[in-house]
């Protein structure tokens, strides 16, 4: 699933249902441990992912563990981005080279618990989500998955908290997004970036969103006819997944992921 919303340059691996993990390594161990079964379930799983993701780089297995902010702390050279949600885990990474960053989400395909999309939307894009989203998509919770995905990108690049305001998305056809940032953005190549480019798919029950930041820019935003879209779009290949307990503490930022 993750792939179809992928670059090539970029590895996905996925997991559905509730399978084995991986063994850890003593550091992973270390981060899990007085964790519930289930926590730990989640990080076996997602960790299995991206070993297997990295494997795919030529990329020797190594601890993934939280940094002090709770990302992920990845070997170096790589970039990369976990996510997981009920039945459902994934890990997406590329070589720095290839692309600057990338972010992935999953989430049920189900509606935001009430009150939640007045947090997370502006009234603009309440308005805006539902021509670009089809009859079986919960468009309320899509655009939640997008801004997560946003923040996942965003946050490796800058090192700064991301509000849910700071963000516009607009649904587009060909389950494709733009995310306009009304912060000032990330510099990347030397320029300043205003704009990223995402991807959504639907299926098995869950829904999944890409943003990934090519290294060169010609231009400020980052879209659709940027130079570096063979980087960004060229040759998709299948979607992925990540969760509700990525939440923010408040309306105004969202959580650090803690995969």
């Known amino acids: 699933m993750l792939r179809a919303i992928l670059p090539a340059a970029v590895r996905a691996e996925e997991r559905f249902g509730d399978g084995a993990g ?7 161990l270390a981060t ?12 076996e799983a997602v960790r299995a992912c991206a070993r297997e993701a990295l494997a795919e780089l030529g990329v020797a297995p190594a601890p993934l563990v939280p940094g002090a902010d709770g990302a992920p702390v990845w070997p170096a050279g790589v970039v990369g981005s976990m996510t ?5 885990r994934a890990a997406a990474v590329a070589r720095a080279g290839a692309v600057a960053s990338v972010g992935i989400d999953a989430e049920p395909n189900a509606p935001l618990p ?14 805006g989500i539902w021509p670009g989203a089809r009859d079986a998509v919960a468009a309320d919770r899509l655009l939640f998955s997008a801004k997560e995905a946003v923040y996942k990108a965003w946050y490796p ?12 998305i607009e649904f587009r056809q060909g389950g494709r997004f733009r995310a306009r940032l009304l912060v000032a953005g990330p510099v990347v190549a030397g320029v300043e970036v205003t704009e990223l480019a995402g991807q959504w798919t639907a299926a098995r029950g869950l829904l999944a969103t890409s943003v990934v930041v090519p290294v060169g820019q010609k231009r400020v935003g980052v879209g659709s006819s940027s130079v570096s879209d063979s980087a960004v779009h060229g040759s998709p290949r299948s979607a992925s997944a990540s969760s509700m307990d990525v939440w923010p503490s408040s309306s105004s930022s969202v959580a650090t992921p803690r995969p």
Do not use: K, M
């Open 22 to 28: 991986v063994v850890l390594f003593p550091e992973e």
């Open 32 to 43: 899990v441990a007085g964790s519930t079964a289930a926590r730990r379930a989640d990080f």
């Open 84 to 88: 997981h949600c009920p039945h459902y």
């Open 114 to 127: 009430p009150g939640v999309l007045d947090l997370v939307a502006c009234a603009g894009e309440r308005a």
């Open 157 to 168: 690049l800058t090192g700064r908290w991301l509000g849910f305001e700071d963000v516009r």
